[in-house]
């Protein structure tokens, strides 16, 4: 039969299918059933129900025996009787038996939350009461289990459930070492919770958390709670020592309080060496049904104080690792009200931290709030070379006021300055300021104030700087700034647009600047320009600018009386300068500007428009009389002409006439671009139309290694093109000179440079020297006299010249030539030629061994190079060097060698060693001397890092050895296990410094 027939009865079987076997018997009210039965598929207050029993029914009263049923998953056993059957109002009085039950299983069965909970529980109950919600209690127990990975054991409380919620009383587990009671109580108005654990260890609970979440102390923890209606009562004694959470040292924790209707008060204690934290005070609650609500309607009455506190470690601890603040932390505070209306009062002390990247020695404020609003009563700072004070009040929300002023000064900016930045700012004097923060968060306004004495910045020294500043809007206001110098005042004064965001000038707003200045001495600028720069002079100046951005209207002028100039730049100094700047309107006149410069001088007048529709518009000019250059780089002239640079539209145009004399260049100056002019850098929009003529007494020079330069020329060129490819069109033609290189000097023939579009500035070059040298021929039929006279031609572009070489008298091949012209004489002699050569081109250049070969060089077709070949490459090298610009290190840079020397040996002989790289590690060694004996040698070098070296050379000797001389070369370190005597041999040598 349909179990749920039964409903009506007042049985709380609400589905099922019903067996029953038996007898029945009639009876005084109704029949009587002593049988069994059994149900299945049932359902009991919505659990699901299965089970058998015994049953003896008589007069609405029913007796059961040996029943086994499964609720919602749990099996068990039960006996009793249900009296009042057929009422409506059964009543109840059953006792059963869970001897062992899943609880994850039956959590879920009820529809509550599992927790990660495992384990079996054993239960004995009471089922009574009336109806169809019967009331359940009676002993619950889980001898083990876990919950989030935490065990524990001897778990049991003393449970009741029934139709006005549910209790859980006289409970207790076993967590690790730690016994715990714990009690609770859900019912309809009513909740309580109680937790006491007299020794308890922290750690035992770490399991439960995650990892990293872990806890650590010793103490005792008791705890309850009870909301009763509108009444709250919780007391609470917490005392563990060494209490740790995650890697927080928290410290000591003593906590206690207690509550009287709503009224909470008690005090805490927590801290150890990383701080001391100290409260006390009471709380009066508003219980409400959400718990935000209760803390927003309570009344509080609250005091707390801590000593000694570590920000690095609790501003992160508690979740703000973002802010970058460190210090040890001193303060106190009360709070007393209702939310949103807290009045806070107190005050806090750092020291000895940080604020980002600047140091803080101390910090000090006090501090009150009521509702909305933040007074800042006092605050001070020290840190290293800063001092500064606030006072005044902020509004917390958008729209309050703010009044807040700050004050601060420095008498160590540069200390203050690198401290902020981390880097060297060229800034120093003792500076005080002031800001007063207006208006609200949305709209703020800045009034600012400073002063400043005995300052340097770059090395101007100011002796005093002031001014004030406002910033209102996107409006920026420069007020009765300036600046005292040594001698003379400059102010400024104005207001000027400025867009915050994103930072800008924006159009079409008005501006008005005003600069003034009153005999300011030029020489407080010295140092701005450095290379013992001295200028000299008054500057005076009554400027203003009005109008709008787009359309700046200038009136006033700027003046200078008694200019001078010198400096490492140009040593011809310049003096009596003078002259006037003026503006109108969009234009800028110079005029009545004259110098002396050395023994000359030169005038300049001129006029710009800098609103032209195509850009600005300007034509100046600049004559010079006599004028004097003498510089270190380009060398000294006397400068006489006119200059004039204009400019309508597209490029501005340098045009004029010029006559240089008395002038020395450096041949140098030719080679400071490529053959188009190319220029480092952005060019400049300049074009040129410059006629150039080399007067009387203009010479250029130069020097290399062991060389000189020095010849005169005459002629002229004109300059065109634009500043990114100029060009010269032009001849200067030599009119005598010297060349002088190693020990012998050149009487210049004849020689020109030539100068044509063509080739930018980039100048051909045709020269003809000829020397006398001594002539050690053994041959007297050929040369009768011991000497000979030596002519060198050399001609092309001057990146790219010839050399040839002839002798009188005639006969002598080009490497005897340049054998001749060796220092110390005598290079060929002892030299064995290698047949098999090949000569680089004489107007070419060529790449041997990855390194470039200068046209003229002999070279092996196998890559290696006879000394004679040396000798030409070093004279080839240094003739060109002679005539183009300095040249260090000449064989290397023009061989690919990594080494050359010539060297003196100890018994006067003339030698030369070459090194040539043929890998990373790896090195090909030549030496030879010239005399006699004469030695060879060549070898292999290996040098794996910085501190070992290993060589194995081979070594040819003609000639006498002299006593105590070894063979080989005598330009290395000595080589161990070398033989004393012998005109050939090897050797191998291994080499370890010791640091």
């Given at each position: 039969?349909?179990?749920?027939?039964?409903?009506a009865?007042?049985?709380?079987?609400?589905?099922?299918?019903l067996?029953?076997a038996?007898?029945?018997?009639?009876?005084?009210?109704?029949?009587?059933?002593?049988?069994?039965?059994?149900?299945?598929?049932?359902?009991?207050?919505?659990?699901?129900?299965?089970?058998?029993?015994?049953?003896?029914?008589?007069d609405?009263?029913?007796?059961?025996?040996?029943?086994?049923?499964?609720?919602?998953?749990?099996?068990?056993?039960?006996n009793g009787s249900i009296?009042?059957?057929?009422?409506?109002a059964?009543t109840?009085?059953?006792?059963?038996?869970?001897?062992?039950?899943?609880?994850?299983?039956a959590l879920r069965?009820?529809?509550?939350?599992?927790?990660?909970?495992?384990?079996?529980?054993?239960?004995?109950?009471?089922?009574?009461g009336?109806?169809?919600?019967?009331?359940?209690?009676?002993?619950?127990?889980?001898?083990?289990?876990?919950v989030?990975?935490l065990?524990?054991?001897?778990?049991?409380?003393?449970?009741?459930?029934?139709?006005g919620?549910?209790?859980?009383?006289?409970?207790?587990?076993?967590?690790g070492?730690?016994?715990?009671?714990?009690?609770a109580v859900a019912?309809?108005?009513?909740?309580a919770?109680?937790?006491?654990a007299?020794?308890?260890?922290?750690s035992?609970?770490?399991?439960f958390?995650?990892?990293?979440?872990?806890?650590?102390g010793k103490?005792?923890?008791?705890?309850?709670l009870?909301?009763t209606?509108?009444?709250?009562?919780?007391?609470?004694?917490?005392?563990v020592?060494?209490f740790?959470f995650?890697?927080l040292p928290?410290g000591d924790?003593?906590a206690v309080?207690?509550?009287?209707?709503?009224?909470v008060?008690?005090?805490l204690?927590?801290?150890?060496?990383?701080?001391?934290?100290?409260?006390?005070?009471?709380?009066?609650?508003?219980?409400?049904?959400?718990?935000?609500a209760t803390?927003?309607?309570?009344?509080?009455?609250?005091?707390?104080?801590?000593?000694?506190?570590?920000?690095?470690?609790?501003?992160?601890?508690i979740?703000f690792?973002?802010?970058?603040?460190?210090?040890?932390?001193?303060?106190?505070?009360t709070?007393?009200?209702t939310?949103?209306?807290?009045?806070?009062?107190?005050s806090?002390?750092l020291?000895?931290?940080?604020?980002?990247?600047?140091?803080?020695?101390s910090f000090d404020?006090?501090?009150?709030?009521?509702?909305?609003r933040?007074d800042?009563?006092h605050?001070?700072?020290?840190?290293?070379?800063?001092?500064?004070?606030a006072?005044?009040?902020?509004?917390?929300?958008r729209?309050?006021p703010?009044?807040?002023r700050?004050?601060?000064?420095?008498?160590?900016?540069?200390?203050?300055?690198?401290?902020l930045?981390?880097?060297?700012?060229p800034?120093?004097?003792?500076f005080?300021?002031?800001?007063?923060?207006?208006?609200?968060?949305?709209?703020?306004?800045?009034?600012?104030?400073?002063?400043?004495?005995n300052?340097?910045?770059?090395?101007v020294?100011?002796?005093?700087?002031?001014?004030?500043?406002?910033l209102?809007?996107?409006r920026?206001?420069?007020?009765?700034?300036?600046?005292?110098?040594t001698?003379?005042?400059?102010?400024?004064?104005?207001?000027?647009?400025?867009r915050?965001?994103p930072?800008g000038?924006?159009?079409n707003?008005?501006?008005?600047f005003?600069?003034?200045?009153?005999?300011?001495?030029?020489?407080?600028?010295?140092?701005?320009?450095?290379?013992?720069?001295?200028?000299?002079g008054?500057?005076?100046?009554?400027?203003s600018?009005?109008?709008?951005?787009?359309?700046?209207?200038?009136?006033?002028?700027?003046?200078l009386?008694?200019?001078?100039?010198?400096?490492d730049?140009d040593?011809?100094?310049?003096?009596?300068?003078?002259?006037?700047?003026?503006?109108?309107?969009?234009?800028?006149s110079?005029a009545?500007?004259?110098?002396?410069v050395?023994?000359?001088?030169v005038?300049?007048?001129g006029?710009?428009?800098?609103?032209?529709?195509?850009?600005a518009?300007?034509?100046g000019?600049?004559?010079?009389?006599?004028?004097?250059?003498?510089?270190?780089?380009y060398?000294t002239?006397?400068?006489?002409?006119?200059f004039?640079?204009?400019r309508?539209?597209?490029?501005a145009?340098?045009?004029?006439?010029?006559?240089?004399?008395?002038?020395?260049?450096?041949?140098?100056?030719?080679l400071g671009?490529?053959?188009n002019?190319g220029?480092a850098?952005?060019?400049?929009?300049?074009a040129?139309?410059?006629?150039?003529?080399?007067?009387?007494?203009?010479?250029v020079r130069g020097?290399g290694?062991?060389?000189?330069?020095?010849?005169?020329?005459?002629?002229?060129?004109?300059?065109?093109?634009?500043?990114?490819a100029?060009?010269l069109?032009?001849?200067?033609?030599?009119?005598?000179?010297?060349l002088?290189?190693?020990?012998?000097?050149?009487?210049?023939?004849?020689?020109?440079?030539?100068?044509?579009?063509?080739?930018?500035?980039?100048?051909?070059?045709?020269?003809?020297?000829t020397a006398?040298?001594?002539?050690?021929?053994?041959d007297?039929?050929?040369?009768?006299?011991?000497?000979?006279?030596?002519?060198?031609?050399?001609?092309?572009?001057?990146?790219?010249?010839k050399?040839?070489?002839?002798?009188d008298?005639?006969g002598?091949t080009?490497?005897?030539?340049?054998?001749?012209?060796a220092?110390?004489?005598?290079?060929?002699?002892?030299?064995?030629?290698?047949?098999?050569?090949?000569q680089?081109?004489?107007?070419a250049?060529?790449?041997?061994?990855?390194?470039?070969?200068?046209?003229?060089?002999f070279?092996?077709?196998?890559?290696?190079?006879t000394?004679?070949?040396?000798?030409?490459?070093i004279l080839?090298?240094?003739?060109?060097?002679?005539?183009?610009?300095?040249?260090?290190?000449v064989?290397g840079e023009?061989?690919?060698?990594s080494?050359?020397?010539?060297?003196l040996?100890?018994?006067?002989?003339?030698?030369i060693?070459?090194?040539?790289?043929?890998g990373?590690?790896?090195s090909?060694v030549?030496?030879?001397t010239f005399?006699?004996?004469?030695?060879?040698s060549?070898?292999?070098?290996?040098?794996?890092?910085?501190l070992?070296?290993?060589?194995?050379?081979?070594?040819y000797?003609t000639?006498q050895l002299?006593?105590?001389?070894?063979?080989?070369?005598?330009?290395?370190?000595?080589l161990l296990?070398?033989p004393?005597?012998?005109?050939?041999?090897?050797?191998?040598?291994f080499?370890?410094?010791?640091?």
């Open positions: 039969m349909n179990a749920s027939s039964l409903h009865l007042g049985l709380p079987l609400e589905a099922g299918n067996a029953a038996g007898a029945i018997s009639p009876g005084a009210s109704s029949p009587s059933f002593d049988g069994g039965i059994s149900i299945a598929d049932g359902r009991v207050q919505g659990y699901p129900f299965a089970g058998s029993a015994g049953v003896d029914f008589a609405g009263r029913a007796a059961f025996d040996h029943v086994v049923a499964s609720v919602a998953g749990i099996d068990g056993f039960a009296g009042n059957i057929g009422s409506g059964p109840y009085d059953l006792h059963a038996a869970i001897p062992a039950g899943d609880v994850a299983s069965s009820m529809r509550v939350p599992t927790y990660e909970m495992a384990g079996t529980f054993d239960a004995d109950l009471r089922i009574g009336a109806g169809s919600l019967p009331s359940i209690s009676g002993l619950v127990g889980m001898p083990a289990g876990s989030n990975g065990p524990f054991l001897d778990g049991r409380a003393f449970i009741a459930a029934g139709s919620g549910v209790s859980a009383q006289d409970g207790s587990v076993l967590v070492t730690t016994r715990a009671a714990f009690g019912q309809r108005g009513d909740n919770l109680q937790l006491r007299p020794t308890a260890t922290l035992d609970f770490n399991n958390f995650d990892t990293g979440d872990t806890l650590a103490g005792s923890i008791a705890l309850s009870l909301s209606g509108s009444r709250l009562t919780t007391a609470g004694d917490v005392d020592r060494g740790r995650r890697s928290i924790t003593r309080w207690s509550s009287r209707r709503n009224l008060s008690g005090s204690a927590v801290g150890g060496s990383e701080g001391l934290l100290r409260a006390r005070g009471a709380v009066v609650l508003s219980p409400q049904a959400q718990w935000q803390i927003e309607r309570s009344r509080y009455h609250l005091s707390a104080s801590v000593e000694n506190l570590d920000l690095g470690l609790w501003v992160a601890a979740g690792p973002q802010v970058p603040i460190t210090g040890r932390a001193f303060g106190d505070a709070m007393i009200g939310y949103p209306a807290l009045r806070l009062q107190g806090a002390q020291r000895n931290g940080t604020l980002g990247r600047f140091p803080i020695d404020i006090g501090f009150g709030s009521e509702g909305s933040l800042i009563e605050a001070e700072l020290q840190g290293p070379g800063v001092t500064a004070r006072s005044g009040s902020v509004g917390l929300r729209s309050d703010i009044d807040l700050v004050d601060a000064s420095t008498d160590d900016l540069p200390a203050f300055l690198a401290n930045t981390k880097a060297p700012v800034v120093s004097g003792a005080q300021g002031s800001v007063h923060v207006g208006g609200t968060l949305t709209a703020l306004v800045l009034d600012a104030s400073f002063n400043a004495q300052v340097h910045v770059v090395g020294p100011i002796a005093t700087l002031f001014g004030s500043v406002r209102h809007g996107n920026l206001e420069l007020h009765n700034a300036g600046a005292t110098f001698h003379g005042t400059a102010t400024l004064a104005g207001d000027l647009p400025i915050l965001h930072f000038l924006p159009h707003t008005p501006v008005s005003t600069v003034n200045a009153t005999d300011v001495d030029a020489s407080v600028f010295d140092a701005l320009f450095g290379h013992h720069t001295m200028l000299g008054l500057i005076g100046a009554h400027a600018i009005a109008g709008t951005v787009e359309d700046p209207r200038m009136s006033g002028s700027v003046t009386a008694k200019g001078s100039y010198q400096s730049y040593r011809a100094p310049i003096s009596a300068a003078t002259g006037t700047l003026s503006f109108s309107g969009s234009s800028i110079l009545h500007v004259t110098a002396n050395g023994a000359g001088n005038a300049l007048s006029r710009a428009d800098v609103t032209g529709a195509s850009g518009t300007f034509d000019t600049m004559t010079a009389h006599g004028a004097q250059f003498n510089s270190p780089t060398g002239a006397t400068i006489d002409g006119t004039r640079l204009t309508t539209t597209g490029n145009m340098l045009s004029g006439n010029t006559t240089i004399t008395n002038a020395t260049i450096p041949f140098a100056v030719f671009s490529n053959g002019g220029t850098g952005a060019a400049w929009p300049l040129f139309d410059l006629k150039m003529k080399a007067g009387a007494n203009v010479r020097s290694y062991g060389a000189g330069l020095d010849i005169g020329g005459t002629g002229s060129a004109a300059l065109g093109g634009t500043f990114a100029p060009t069109d032009g001849r200067f033609v030599s009119t005598g000179g010297t002088t290189y190693f020990d012998r000097s050149f009487r210049v023939l004849q020689a020109n440079v030539a100068f044509t579009p063509a080739d930018g500035i980039l100048p051909a070059l045709y020269a003809v020297a006398n040298v001594v002539n050690p021929d053994p007297i039929a050929r040369n009768p006299f011991g000497a000979a006279d030596i002519t060198i031609t050399v001609s092309g572009a001057v990146d790219d010249l050399v040839d070489f002839t002798s008298p005639p002598y080009r490497d005897q030539i340049i054998a001749l012209l220092p110390f004489g005598g290079f060929v002699s002892g030299i064995q030629f290698n047949p098999y050569q090949v680089i081109p004489g107007g250049a060529a790449v041997v061994n990855n390194a470039p070969v200068p046209g003229g060089v070279v092996q077709r196998n890559g290696t190079l000394v004679s070949q040396e000798a030409f490459s080839n090298a240094q003739f060109a060097s002679a005539l183009l610009a300095p040249v260090e290190n064989l023009t061989l690919g060698v080494d050359v020397n010539l060297t040996g100890y018994f006067g002989n003339v030698g060693s070459v090194r040539r790289v043929l990373k590690t790896v090909a030549y030496s030879s005399g006699l004996p004469n030695r060879q060549f070898g292999i070098q290996i040098a794996p890092d910085m070992d070296a290993a060589s194995l050379s081979f070594f000797q000639g002299r006593l105590f001389e070894s063979p080989g070369t005598e330009f290395g370190p000595v296990g070398q004393l005597e012998g005109q050939s041999g090897f050797s191998f040598t080499q370890h410094f010791f640091k």
